[in-house]
């Protein structure tokens, strides 16, 4: 009980400086609390990718937050409950992302019948085999491992010998590339193809 009460008045006399902006206090906690956020997310989402990417959100949070930390309320329940925050969003938001892909392949699916949607559909794919063609080597050999060969962020940094972090890094970019250039230069198709599915459907 002593040293739990101990490790409280270290903990607090670290948050009053990281108030004030001290980045040394900050490196202390997120020394002391980077794991157990980790076991934390890793619990409730299953994954680590996940999981890391959780770490880093609820530190860059508690930075720019540092001003609205109380410092006589638990810290570990503060961070343990801004942890759940983050893995409860990026839940929701996967979940909304896979209802979103599910309808388009519910779209595709049932409209295989009708030969101007096949056409529009090779159309579509490809402006997307164009955009990933234009992806620098790097890029596009990790987008290939993860969307076509269903690789892990850790599978494909062993596979290439480069840190975990340079694998994120690429497929963030390289999909954010991807997204704008269908976007962009696909934007018209899908339309197209939204509406024959709206129309012939009413």
Request: glycine share 4%.
């Amino acid at each position: 009980m002593e040293i739990q009460r101990l490790e409280q008045l270290e903990d607090k006399e670290l948050l009053i400086k990281l108030k004030e902006g001290d980045e040394l206090a900050f490196v202390k906690i997120y020394n002391q609390y980077r794991n157990k956020v980790y076991n934390y997310a890793y619990q409730l989402s299953k994954s680590a990718d996940t999981a890391e990417e959780i770490v880093q959100e609820v530190f860059i949070r508690l930075w720019q937050k540092r001003g609205q930390i109380n410092t006589d309320l638990s810290f570990s329940g503060y961070i343990k409950k801004i942890t759940l925050n983050h893995v409860l969003n990026h839940l929701k938001k996967v979940a909304r992302e896979k209802a979103l892909q599910e309808e388009v392949f519910h779209h595709i699916s049932g409209n295989t019948g009708r030969a101007e949607d096949h056409l529009l559909e090779k159309e579509l794919r490809k402006v997307y085999e164009e955009a990933i063609a234009q992806l620098p080597a790097q890029k596009k050999l990790i987008y290939h491992l993860v969307r076509s060969e269903e690789l892990s962020h850790e599978e494909i940094a062993i596979k290439l010998n480069i840190s975990k972090n340079t694998v994120k890094n690429h497929m963030v970019e390289a999909s954010k590339f991807v997204r704008e250039y269908v976007r962009k230069n696909g934007g018209v198709i899908c339309f197209i193809l939204a509406s024959s599915n709206y129309f012939h459907s009413n």
